[in-house]
Structures are given as C-alpha cells and as structure tokens.
C-alpha cells in the first residue's frame, strides 16, 4: 500500500513537472517529503524521550549510598536519636481545707442600730473562759492561756557604764528679755559699776538745775547681747533731769560696750539693767 502511494506521487510529480527543469527545488522536495518526515518525526520522538528521562536521571545519581555489610545485609545511614528519659506523671493531691478548731468562743460583734432594736432582751451569761468571735459557741473547747515567757539578755559582770542622756542644745531666742531670776550672771559695764558711775557724774551737765533738794531719778535700758544697750528710759519726777541722765548714759554706753548677763546655761542673753541716781545742787 505504501509503495503503491509512492508511485502514485511519483507519478503525478512527473505528470506535473513535464516539460520542466526537473533540477528546481520544488521537484526535489516533494520527492523527498516522506523520508524528511519520517526523519522529523524520528527526531521529535527522540527529543520527547531524552525530556521524560532526564528528571529520573538526576534523582538516581541524587540517591544517598548505602552500605552492605556482611551477607549483603543494607545498613541505612539514618541519624541515631538519643534516648530521651520518660518522666512519669506526677500525681498532685488536692489540698484539703484546714478544719477551723472548735474554740469556746462568744459573739464579740457590734449589732447594726436599727428602729426596731429591742431592749431588756435576756441573754446567756458569758463564760469567763470563753474568748472573742464570732458566733456564740460555748461548748468549744477552752482555749489555753499564753504561756510564753519572754527571754532575757544575760546580764554580765563587767563594770557597769553610765552614759549621760545627750544634751539637746536648744539655741537662744535673741527677742526675748531674761528675768532678773533666770539669770546666772549679770550684766556688767566694760571695767565694773563703779566705773560706770564715775563716767556718769563726770559726764552730767549740771548747768541750769537749781534745787535744794536731792533730784533722783532711774535709768533703766536693756543690754543686748554684743554689749550694746537699747530702750534706755528715765522715770524721775524731774523732765529735764530725766533727759540729760538718759543723754549721759548713751554717751558713756557708746564709748565703752557692757558686758552681756548670761543664763544658767552660760549663754549670753538680753536683759535689763536699772540704775538709780540722785544729785544735789549748790546754789
């Protein structure tokens, strides 16, 4: 059958190309159509195969050995898996709830004030051995009495060391004036009080007073506490006496400071300081 259609296109080739340069290509080529076919398809098919095979070539070569060993026994070279210890479970009891101790006890609670609160209502008597609770309870057992004794430091034999309390030094209040009774030491002028009063009547003007009697009169001022004096007063009967003892007693106290009085803690304080005079005047 085959050679017959090949005679048959042999024959119409040669039917068509009479008369023809039987050397063109056309010729050539439809004489040659089936076996370039067949090469194609051969070609093709071998082209299909090599694609199917190749991923099963490269597994294969991918394969990871194996070793035999004696008597062609396979030994795999899988990776060995330490042994890992088992803990068994742990069993977990359940906590059971502490039974509260059954204490004689008596209801200590305070009642909610209320409109229909009643009095007079008769209660049992307490038992002397029943504690505060919650709950009236007086056939529990009775509670034991605290017998703890609280130890004591030995005491040693060495000699026995007596240490003063600390002092707390409460410092001075410059406002205020000291009594004559709280203090410790007295003021004093800068070279003692008979100085004082030399520099006084030396220092008084007598000029302008005219009296046969005896003109008296108190100076009193205070002494502060870096020996100044302020406040200095005059309370005779005298005006113009008054204010020339005053005008004095500022001169002398500006040209030589006092000493301040102290306490009976021996700090400098403020205090007062009174001094009396009296003049009488030659006509």
Known sequence: MKHM???????????????????YGAYALRNESDRILTKALFVGVSLLAAISITPFAISAFKTEPVAKGPEGVIIDFMPETPDVPVTPPVTIAPVKPATAPNTKTFDSTVPTPSRDAQD???????????????????????????????TTAPIGNGPAINTPPPVIQVPVDKNIIVDEGDLGVEANFNGGIDSFRNKVMNNFDASGFESENIVK???????????????????????DFNNEAVRTVKSISNKGKWIPAKNKKGEFVRSYFKFPISMKFDN
């Open 120 to 150: 007079n209502v008769k209660k049992d008597p307490i038992p002397d051995d029943a504690v505060a609770g919650f709950t009236n309870n007086f056939k529990g057992d009775i509670v034991a009495p605290n017998t703890h004794v609280p």
């Open 5 to 23: 259609n090949q005679n048959q296109e042999f024959r119409f080739n040669e039917v068509l190309f009479e008369h023809r340069n039987k050397e």
């Open 217 to 239: 009169t108190t100076v009193t001022f205070i002494v502060e506490m870096d020996g100044t004096i302020s406040g200095v007063k005059a309370n005779g009967t005298n005006a």
